[in-house]
């Protein structure tokens, strides 16, 4: 085995090709988060980003994208965005999890969505997580029977809304596809403010994250396209999702809906019409991604397993590094995984959020301009 690795740009099409060739011959590696799109996307605005490109008999066999940090830390490329990490291989290969640092010059190499397939990563595996998905079918029916029969029990009710919602502000219609960039950024206002008022740290704060979502909505291959869907009520938008799509995976990223409009469960819409179109346009698996929400149990019809942990090898700062993310992450997963604990914490946040929204419009209010931060 000969590992280089190699700047997202210096990617030759051969070895793009035989990237995505790798995608092809394993249906694990499906998901558009493996796809060298989403990892060349990244490179553009994450300067430490890194592809590992593993050979047998001077052909490439499996790539590896990361982003490497001081003192030779890595993590795996978009770590706290990316819902699906591996190193994607053909069938077949195989490899040492402590030679691929040691080629890649990491002290240690860190992962939260891990596929659960990486073999060579098992023995670093410090937990593993369910990754809620649906198996979606065509349907050669409308939008109504296909809920009716998927979803029997949420037919009646979010029907019923959608269509006092057609009444209250007009006629509700779906575009799965949506170009316009202004509804993209739409979305992101109202997911800024989600992340603002439940108290979570706000990802459309960061330029480079805005930069990323804005590049990656352009993006129209075949194992990579960037996804809008938008709910409308008339002309206006109530509802929105982007995420990433491969030739058969759409990726559930970023959804939010109108803050003026919950009454109508705009999101709940929002996931349903989506998974239908989905399955319209190809797609056979929409991946929820990691993590407890109820219209997650409600949506889903099985459960991936994904990891989370550390490949490290003897230094100080992969020491540092366990030692700083380590309890860090056992704190959250043991939170996050019982409900008399999780539940309380998310109220805790929700009303840290509320008091945050009610400073900050009291500064627009004295000083006419947002505060900062």
Known sequence: MRITTHRPGELTPELLGAWRRAM???????NPFLAPEFALGVGHFRSGTRVAVLREGGEPVGFLPYERGPFGTGRAVGLGLSDCQALVHRPGVTWRAEELLRACGLSI???????????????????TFASPVIDVKPGDGRYPEWLRSTYPGLARTTLKKERRLGRDIGEVRFVFDERDPEALRTLMRWKSAQYRRTGRMDRFSRSWIVGLVGHLFHVREEHFTGVLSVLYAGDRPVAAHFGPRSSTVLAAW???YDPELPSYSPGLMMHLRTAEAAARHGVTLVDLGRGDKEYKDWLKTRELRVGEGFVARPHPAAIARRLWRGPVRGLRNTVLARPWLRDPADRLLKAMGAVRTRGQ???VVRTGRPRSG
């Open 109 to 127: 190499f860190e992962f939260d969505h891990l596929v659960q397939e990486q073999r060579p990563f098992e023995p670093h595996v410090t937990g």
């Open 361 to 363: 419009e009291a500064t």
């Open 24 to 30: 092809d011959e394993s249906p694990e590696y499906a």
């Open 254 to 256: 970023f959804t939010a």
